[in-house]
């Protein structure tokens, strides 16, 4: 998960505090670990982990303090592009699915390649799901935030996917995108309500993304079919 095997860059015994990078890997295909809790490194062992795999974990027996070593901020507009992505995969920011795939290796565009569109997939795979709904109605801004910058660094227009019977998500969406510096690029597609409209085979694929954008109407900063 995450790509290939870290190496411990701390040892049994060591004072670690959160947010310290702990274990890297020197592959592109890589994302590193940071210490959850400030503490002592008590073990490095194998452990099972999700997805019922054995992995070398790093055990850390908290001190109480919650002492923080954080990245400090970087401007994503303003900086290099290749600086943004850097950052990323110093976060070991990795996608939420099972396989943890590294977010710096998605946003790592060929040059040789093009990137059009970035669809922002908010239609719930499953009936009774959702959490994309509240994610969306109560994280607007952070989600639009993200996005863009998403967007910036490919160089590609956004498009948030959303069923219609999250219509009413539409003006909390709208409004966060005009207040976002950088949301002029983005917009908002209402879809019909159906199973499985979330899952991105069904529609996100490249040749249905042609017809899908062919198809839309747009108004304001949403699009609707």
């Not at 303003?78 to 996608?95: F, L, M, P, Q, R």
């Not at 917009?187 to 996100?204: D, R, V």
């Amino acid at each position: 998960m995450g790509g290939a095997p870290n190496t411990p860059l701390v040892k049994v015994g060591d004072v670690v505090v959160r947010g310290q990078k702990i274990a890297e890997s020197d592959k592109f295909m890589s994302a590193p670990v940071h210490a959850s809790v400030s503490g002592k490194v008590k073990k490095i062992q194998t452990a099972i982990v999700t997805g019922n795999t054995e992995v070398p974990c790093i055990v850390i027996e908290a001190d109480g303090s919650d002492t923080e070593a954080f990245m400090p901020p970087l401007n994503p507009f303003t900086c290099e592009k290749s600086a943004a992505i850097a950052i990323i995969k110093d976060a070991g920011i990795v996608g939420m699915g099972g396989a943890s795939f590294p977010a710096h290796v998605k946003l790592s565009v060929p040059p040789d390649k093009h990137v059009d569109t970035v669809l922002l997939n908010a239609a719930e795979c499953e009936p009774y799901l959702t959490i994309d709904e509240r994610t969306l109605q109560e994280e607007a801004a952070k989600v639009v935030d993200g996005f863009s910058i998403v967007c910036h660094i490919v160089g590609a227009r956004g498009i948030i996917a959303l069923e219609n019977n999250k219509e009413y998500i539409l003006l909390v969406l709208e409004k966060a995108i005009a207040e976002n510096k950088s949301g002029e690029n983005i917009s908002i597609a209402l879809l019909k309500t159906k199973y499985p409209q979330g899952c991105e085979k069904n529609h996100f694929s490249k040749f249905s993304l042609r017809i899908f954008l062919k198809s839309v109407k747009i108004f304001k900063n949403s699009v609707t079919f």
